[in-house]
C-alpha cells in the first residue's frame, strides 16, 4: 500500500475513533445528568425510578420502558422525586404516570387561557379526580344552620382589605391527609384564631376528637361534616381538647375526649345568612376568621396562585364539599377576593393558602359560613 493510501487510512480510522469518543461522552453526560436530577432518592426496590438515584446506567431500559419515549417521562421522574411518590409495581407506576400526563395537559390548557390564576404541579398530580374527591373531599352535606344567619350588620366603613395574618391570630397551616376530615380543621382555625385573639397567645386543638366524638351532631369523621355542628358539638360537650392532648391520626377512631385536657370552651356560635357575603365581608372585617365551605371542582386541587374563579362549580348547600377558613379579603388586579386558608399543607398553593373571587358567591364561599363565640 501506498503511503498516501496509508495516511488516507490512518486518518478514517482517527476520524471514526474521536467520533465513537464523541458519541459515547455525549451518551455519559445524558446518563449523568439524569442521574443528578434525583441525586438521593429514597425510592424502594420495586420503583423503576430507583435506578435515576443509584446512578445506574439504563434509563431507558427501567424508566423509559415502563412508561415510554415521552417528553413528560423526566417531569415525571423529577415530580415523583420531589414528593416521595413510592409506587408498588410497574402497573402502577403506567397508571400514575397516565394520570399525571392528564393532569399535566389539564394545568397547561388551563394556564393557556389568559384566567386570573395559575395552576401547577403539586403532590395531588398523579391522583385522579375521583380519588380525590374520596380521599380530601367531604361529602355534601345541607348546613340548615345558615338558613337563618344571626350575623349583625352595622353602618361601620370596612377598610379596603383585611388579612389576620398580618395580625398575629390565624394559626400555621396543618394538613388534614387522606381523610375527609377538612370540617375539623376549618374548625380548629377557627378557633384557635379566636382563642388568640381573646386570650393573647396561641394555641393548637384537636380535630381528632372531633373526628371522633362528633358523630351525634350530623357529622361523619372522615367521609365529612360541617363546622356549624362542630361548634355546637363543642358547646354542649364543654369544651376541645388540645391537640398535644390528643393528637390527629386522619383515620376514625373509638372517643378519647378527657374534660382534663379542654383547650377551648364554645359559648355560641355565630351564622352568616346562606349567599350573603356582605355579612361575610363585614364579618371577616370586623370580627374576625370565619369557617366557610365551598365546591371543590377538578382544577382547583391544582391552584397555585392568582383569584380562583370557576364556571362549573355549583352554590347551593348540597354542593359544597369542602370546608376552609377565610382569614381575609383584599383586590388584586382589579379583581376582589376572599383571603382563604387551606388544609393540604404549606407546601400546595400560595403557601397552602388561595384567593377567591368575592362578589359572586363564588363556589358557594358564603353558603355555609359560621364563627364561634369563645370562653
Known amino acids: 500500500m501506498s503511503p498516501q493510501k496509508q495516511n488516507n487510512s490512518s486518518n478514517r480510522k482517527t476520524k471514526k475513533k474521536n467520533l465513537i469518543m464523541a458519541r459515547l461522552t455525549f451518551v455519559t453526560s445524558i446518563i449523568l445528568l439524569l442521574c443528578s436530577v434525583a441525586a438521593g432518592s429514597t425510592f424502594d426496590d420495586s420503583n423503576p425510578i430507583q435506578m435515576v438515584s443509584d446512578g445506574l446506567t439504563g434509563f431507558e431500559s427501567s424508566v423509559l420502558r415502563v412508561i ?7 417531569s415525571f421522574a423529577r ?50 379526580w375521583e380519588e380525590f374527591q374520596k380521599h380530601r373531599l ?57 382563642y388568640h385573639q381573646a386570650f393573647g397567645k396561641g394555641i393548637s386543638l384537636s380535630e381528632q376528637q372531633l373526628v371522633d366524638c362528633a358523630g351525634a351532631f ?31 391520626t386522619a383515620t376514625n377512631g373509638l372517643c378519647k375526649f378527657s374534660s382534663e385536657s379542654v383547650g377551648v370552651k364554645v359559648l355560641d356560635s355565630v351564622n352568616i345568612t346562606l349567599g ?68 393540604w399543607g404549606a407546601e400546595w398553593g400560595d403557601n397552602g393558602y388561595f384567593k377567591m373571587e368575592m362578589g359572586k358567591n363564588m363556589c358557594g364561599v358564603a353558603t355555609c359560613a359560621s364563627y364561634p363565640i369563645v370562653a
Open 138 to 194: 367531604g361529602a355534601a352535606q345541607n348546613c340548615s344552620a345558615t338558613t337563618k344567619g344571626n350575623h349583625q350588620l352595622t353602618d361601620v366603613v370596612l377598610p379596603d382589605s383585611k388579612d389576620w395574618r398580618r395580625v398575629g391570630i390565624v394559626s400555621p397551616v396543618k394538613d388534614q391527609g387522606s381523610c375527609g376530615s377538612c370540617w375539623t380543621f376549618s374548625t380548629t382555625g377557627a378557633l384557635e384564631a379566636a
Open 218 to 248: 350530623n357529622n361523619f369523621g372522615c367521609n365529612g361534616g360541617l363546622p356549624s355542628q362542630a361548634f355546637e358539638y363543642i358547646k354542649y360537650n364543654g369544651g376541645l381538647d388540645t391537640e398535644e392532648s390528643y393528637p390527629y
Open 79 to 128: 415530580f415523583a422525586y420531589k414528593h416521595g411518590k413510592r409506587y408498588e409495581n410497574v402497573e402502577e407506576m403506567k397508571l400514575r404516570f397516565q394520570i399525571f400526563e392528564d393532569n399535566l395537559d389539564l394545568i397547561r390548557s388551563t394556564n393557556k387561557k389568559g384566567l386570573p390564576y395559575t395552576l401547577a404541579v403539586n403532590q395531588f398530580t398523579d391522583w385522579s
Open 276 to 343: 350573603a357575603e356582605d355579612e361575610l365581608k363585614h364579618a371577616v372585617a370586623m370580627v374576625r376568621p370565619v369557617s366557610v365551605a365551598f365546591e371543590v371542582v377538578t382544577s382547583f386541587r391544582f391552584y397555585k396562585s392568582g383569584v380562583y374563579t370557576s364556571k362549573t362549580c355549583g352554590t347551593t348547600p348540597m354542593d359544597v364539599n369542602h370546608a376552609v377558613l377565610a382569614v381575609g379579603y383584599g383586590v388584586e388586579n382589579g379583581v376582589p377576593y376572599w383571603l382563604i386558608k387551606n388544609s
Open 68 to 74: 415510554g419515549h415521552t417528553r413528560h417521562a423526566l
